[in-house]
């Protein structure tokens, strides 16, 4: 966020930068949403829903035991808080539709 925002974000309290965003987003007719800040983002896998016992910080990217994918950290838990925050607005589930194996 600092990336986008620059100093603004590390200069700012973040409530105060909450409180600006939700001013933003209610002049442009939008909403913010918020999520559980519990919820196990970083180590559920976007494509199947397993969730890891354990992700060490360090860990940037890894293979889900049960699907197999290759999760980057910081993308999957994107999706993750988005697909919440979707179904949160009561836009429904979000989550990527599996495809089809034929045997
Ligand atoms: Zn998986």
Known sequence: MQRLWGRKVSDLAFGEFLRILEW???KKNKQV???DR???SS???FH???ILDDLDLSIREWRCPSCHSVNGRDENAAKNICAVGASTAGLGDVRRALPAIAV
């Open 24 to 26: 933003v987003a209610k």
């Open 38 to 40: 519990w919820i196990p």
């Open 33 to 35: 949403l918020y999520i």
């Open 43 to 45: 180590k559920t896998c």
């Open 48 to 50: 199947c829903g397993h």
